[in-house]
């Protein structure tokens, strides 16, 4: 792709501001659960829990229940999209992103499971799994089950996969709910939220990544779609973005308008959720988290743990658990904190376990020593 060489650079901290800013980390915003999930094109929700710290810790007076009834509303739904991982998104995102993400779908099918599915004909596997699905909410289990007396000379978690991988599944409620627990249970999109409606294109969602994750590079906004050669999209783009460089001399496009904050700009205490798409979303990270601390937070097995952010980084991982009626939050640090920034990590920390566990007779803030 082609673009003028540009001339301005922005340091690891101008890019740390313009994200949290936009990530609504800098400071907690008025709005609404559904405006900010708009906004963030979604939060990655591979446990059913972390949306909700994530919100909370985004958004002034967020109250769990204002999630869990989006859920039971059908106005916000778990869904597989972005880089083929389960995603919290709005309704009207959910119908417009399943379409475009089918492609990093299509690769992973492809990749691991594509020969031996290609000894069945998978079209009638798909048709099969879709009425067991439209007639009810189904578990992987019962699903394998179905398609094992359809099926029997064939691999059932084989063929299970792939219509994961080719239906547009929904993970229905009671699954996700704060406080409620049970199997996982999906249907198809169009069942629970009714006839699929245009869409999105990938320039409209390279533009709302920019507006949530900006400035960026191309290979950035393939790290969190999943999505190849968005090289061409950001060239059609065109003129209606502006350029920056990093201090290693890459590209960064965003758009003109985008707030970037001054990096001097005070950033608060923040608990930052497992799997938040904060650590995701680039394909350098150290604009929120050094090279370092990355390996101690994500895992060989997949698990991005919940982090804290002092001056605005990574600065220790925390974990939250409620036994009998007794809620305590554990705090990790990767290095020694002042005295004020303890403070402001017990009072952030106190407030949390009060919002997620408000029927405990304690809540407790422990330091790992």
């Not at 596997?125 to 289990?141: G, H």
């Amino acid at each position: 792709m082609t673009t003028d060489r540009p001339t301005t650079v922005l340091d690891r901290r101008a890019l740390n501001r313009a994200l949290l800013e936009r990530q609504r980390l800098l400071r907690r915003h008025r709005a609404s659960a559904l405006d900010t999930i708009e906004h963030l094109v979604g939060m990655q929700s591979q446990a059913p829990n972390p949306p909700y710290i994530g919100l909370w810790s985004r958004l002034e007076d967020f109250a769990f229940d204002e999630l869990a009834g989006l859920m039971r509303d059908r106005l916000a739904v778990r869904i597989v999209l972005m880089r083929g991982t389960l995603h919290l998104v709005s309704a009207r995102d959910a119908r417009a992103l399943r379409p475009l993400t089918q492609a990093v779908l299509d690769r992973v099918l492809r990749s691991s499971t594509g020969a031996p599915l290609a000894e069945v004909d998978f079209a009638a596997v798909t048709a099969d799994a879709r009425a067991f699905l439209e007639d009810e909410p189904r578990t992987d289990k019962e699903l394998r089950a179905l398609l094992a007396e359809r099926w029997p000379d064939h691999d059932t978690e084989l063929l299970a996969w792939g219509v994961r991988c080719t239906l547009h599944l929904i993970q229905v409620p009671p699954r996700g709910i704060w406080g409620s627990s049970g199997a996982a249970r999906h249907t198809t999109l169009g069942t629970w939220l009714g006839p699929a409606l245009p869409g999105l294109s990938a320039d409209e969602l390279v533009l709302r990544y920019l507006a949530a994750f900006g400035p960026a590079t191309v290979q950035d906004a393939q790290q969190w779609s999943g999505l190849t050669r968005l090289g061409e999209v950001f060239d059609r783009l065109g003129a209606r973005l502006c350029t920056f460089a990093d201090e290693n001399g890459r590209v960064l496009y965003d758009l003109p308008d985008a707030p970037r904050p001054d990096p001097g700009t005070p950033a608060p205490v923040r608990f930052v959720p497992d799997f938040d798409n904060l650590l995701l979303s680039h394909s350098d990270r150290s604009r929120i988290i050094t090279d370092e601390h990355r390996k101690r937070v994500f895992t060989i097995n997949g698990i991005i743990r919940a982090t804290f952010l002092v001056d605005g980084f990574v600065h220790g991982m925390w974990k939250m658990e409620k036994k009998r009626r007794a809620a305590t939050l554990r705090v990790d640090p990767f290095s020694p904190l002042s005295g004020p920034v303890r403070d402001a990590l017990v009072e952030e920390a106190t407030r949390l376990l009060v919002a997620a566990h408000p029927d405990a007779d304690s809540h407790e803030v422990l330091f790992a020593s």
